[in-house]
């Protein structure tokens, strides 16, 4: 699998909103000159995440996009697969809606597709874009998975 210039360009961008929304929308003019990605692809992007709910748009001359929630409350996952769609290593390997495929029943590596992808899920669930801009996930850009505390 090999995520998109969409769904990097638009991580991208969200990351940039969270670090300067402040309290003030920004213009997506701001944000293609910072991330060095053209306006009018910004554009499809943005309606994608608008449609997400996940930005919010506001008119006019002080208008641009704000997170529609809390940075810490959006997640890479929701962002990739607003942008992406169902994200999956393997059709077979989708989670609710499988392939219907000759070899279902004998199939022996569809359990490690389905494993390796609930894998990726789960990462992508538990990483946030608050987490994307903290300082301390740069270094590295590997964090470690938090433990999710059910």
Known sequence: MLISTKGRYGLRSMAD???NAQENPVPLREIAERQGISESYLEQVFALLRKAGLVNAIRGSYGGYTLARPADQITVGEVLQALEGPLTLANCAKIGTPLECDKMDSCLT???WKELSA?????????TLQDLVAKETLPGLT???KEKEE
């Open 110 to 112: 569809m359990p490690f």
């Open 143 to 145: 964090p470690e998975v």
């Open 17 to 19: 909103l969270v670090l």
């Open 119 to 127: 894998k990726m899920e789960e990462v992508m669930s538990s990483f």
